[in-house]
């Protein structure tokens, strides 16, 4: 068996084709979706980052609004800048870059983002609403993996699903939008004693942990769906994946590559956020 490729690049392309269809229907009702990316320091990855989520917006038709800021900037001042964004009619969305500069407390910022543009979905309240099944804003890690999911017209219902990693950002959320389709999941981590015992009984796994190879052929099932969220560099520097790709290739019947994978659909599900949060303020007018 060779794995079929989940085209994260293709699905994202067909996705933000839709978000732009979506945002000019809302032009026309006189809102244009708008997404704030605030970033702090210098971190090149982080840049890297922020200016792939700023092209998303331009190239759905969304207004952005891009803001740097020095290391220095106390936790205070970015505070105060969040709030003004709160307060701004024009912003739906309000992203602030993660990693943060080692003075500020991330958990404070992200919870001074008024949950109606907590776009990112990390918000205690965003959490909250996913945990019982309420309309909120989903982290757009997992909410892509669900996409690609639902894309192979795969059917959750009474399968095992294995997550690998207990992160706010993925595991935990990734779980329960599994647990939300009628899967039943188990979440192994660092202190899990037999993680093969575990992978070898999933219908689907998402590795999520950030380290080469945690997922090797031996320790999936024949026609497992494997999800790879992991982002790390090969011996060559070449970027890779949590899961052997090449092996777990031949075991498994859809499979995601790193890169053009879950990546490409982390920000296609950040644009998909800050259009519906654009709606909702529509309807509630």
């Known amino acids: 068996m060779t794995a079929q490729r989940i085209d994260g690049n293709a699905l994202s392309r067909q996705l ?101 543009k907590d776009v990112d979905g990390f918000h205690v309240a965003s959490a909250g609403a996913l945990m019982v099944g309420q309309p909120g804003f989903w982290p757009c890690t997992p909410y892509g993996c669900m996409k690609m999911l639902e894309s192979i017209g795969y059917n959750l219902r009474g399968k095992h699903a294995v997550v690998i990693g207990r992160s706010n950002i993925v595991g935990k959320p990734m779980a329960l939008m599994l647990l939300q389709q009628n899967a039943t999941v188990t979440i192994c981590h660092s202190a899990t004693p037999d993680l093969k015992a575990m992978t070898l009984q999933a219908d689907v796994i998402v590795a999520a942990v ?24 090969n011996d060559e520097g070449k970027l890779c994946g949590d899961v052997d790709f090449d092996g777990v290739s031949q075991v498994a019947s859809y499979i995601t590559p790193v890169p053009g994978g879950v990546g490409p659909m982390t920000i296609t599900m950040l644009m ?3 259009l519906e949060s654009a709606e909702r303020c529509l309807s509630a007018t």
């Not at 244009?32 to 980052?49: E, R």
């Not at 001042?77 to 912003?91: F, G, K, M, S």
């Not at 950030?210 to 560099?233: E, F, I, S, W």
């Open 272 to 274: 998909v956020n800050t």
């Open 210 to 233: 950030g380290k080469r190879n945690v997922l090797t052929a031996d320790m999936v099932k024949p026609g497992a769906v494997v999800l790879d969220v992991g982002m790390n560099r």
């Open 16 to 116: 933000r084709t839709s978000v732009a269809e979506r945002v000019s229907a809302l032009k026309t009702r006189g809102i244009t979706p708008g997404l704030a990316v605030v970033l702090v320091g210098d971190n090149p990855a982080s840049q890297v980052y922020v200016r792939n989520k700023v092209k998303a917006c331009e190239d759905t038709g969304m207004h952005s609004v891009l803001e740097k800021y020095e290391t220095a900037m106390t936790e205070a001042e970015l505070l105060a800048r969040i709030e003004a964004l709160n307060n701004d009619p024009t912003i739906h969305g309000i992203l602030v870059q993660l990693p943060l500069p080692a003075h500020m407390d991330a958990h404070m910022v992200i919870e001074t983002i008024s949950p109606a």
